[in-house]
């Protein structure tokens, strides 16, 4: 009897092994060629008060002391932590679990007496339970105090324009 050795085709486990490693291949070049376009999503997230201040954003001139806001100026602190925002765009209203949260603030007057201006209350489970809410609302800071050695707004109010997550159209928060 003679040995014949046959050539040999793939067999199917090999074909398909051969199709997996050049799929990871090509999807994995993709993910690493828009690696560029997924290191600014977390910068261009929103922040709380306190990170808006402490990095100024990618497209912005960085912040100098001529543009900082005077001592004088009250702000507010993020859930009583750290040195005070002036004009904050966020303020975390509920800072045991950050389930209430006040956004997209434009601040039609603020100074050292107090401020006001207008935002949207975001609400996580907002009625009993729900999928998370927004509200329009009117916001006016008030109460400065000296908060570790620094003049801070210790109160905001909040009114509801429309809608309310919790049948008041009228609601007062401490931040400091």
Same mark, same amino acid.
């Given at each position: 009897?003679?040995?014949?050795?046959?050539?040999?085709?793939?067999?199917?486990?090999?074909?398909?092994?051969?199709?997996?490693?050049?799929?990871?291949?090509?999807?994995?070049?993709?993910?690493?060629?828009?690696?560029?376009?997924?290191?600014?999503?977390?910068?261009?997230?929103?922040?709380?008060?306190?990170?808006?201040?402490?990095?100024?954003?990618?497209?912005?001139?960085?912040?100098?002391?001529?543009?900082?806001?005077?001592? !004088?100026?009250?702000?507010?602190? !993020?859930?009583?932590?750290?040195?005070?925002?002036?004009?904050?765009?966020?303020?975390?209203?509920?800072?045991?679990?950050?389930?209430?949260?006040?956004?997209?603030?434009?601040?039609?007057?603020?100074?050292?007496?107090?401020?006001?201006?207008?935002?949207?209350?975001?609400?996580?489970?907002?009625?009993?339970?729900?999928?998370?809410?927004?509200?329009?609302?009117?916001?006016?800071?008030?109460?400065? #105090?000296?908060?570790?050695?620094?003049?801070?707004? %210790?109160?905001? !109010?909040?009114?509801?324009?429309?809608? %309310?997550?919790?049948?008041?159209?009228?609601?007062?928060? #401490?931040?400091?």
């Amino acid at each position: 009897m003679a040995d014949r050795v046959a050539p040999r085709r793939p067999g199917m486990r090999t074909a398909l092994a051969i199709f997996a490693a050049v799929t990871v291949l090509a999807l994995g070049g993709v993910w690493f060629s828009q690696a560029e376009d997924r290191s600014g999503t977390v910068a261009d997230a929103p922040k709380t008060a306190a990170a808006q201040k402490a990095h100024p954003a990618r497209d912005t001139p960085e912040a100098t002391p001529e543009t900082l806001a005077p001592r !004088e100026m009250p702000g507010v602190r !993020e859930c009583g932590v750290g040195r005070p925002v002036v004009e904050p765009k966020i303020i975390t209203l509920n800072c045991s679990n950050a389930g209430v949260v006040a956004s997209d603030i434009k601040w039609d007057s603020f100074s050292a007496d107090g401020a006001d201006g207008s935002g949207v209350v975001l609400v996580s489970g907002a009625a009993g339970g729900g999928s998370p809410a927004s509200f329009p609302a009117r916001l006016r800071l008030y109460d400065v #105090t000296k908060v570790d050695g620094m003049m801070a707004f %210790t109160g905001i !109010e909040v009114s509801y324009t429309g809608a %309310t997550p919790h049948a008041k159209a009228k609601e007062v928060y #401490t931040i400091a």
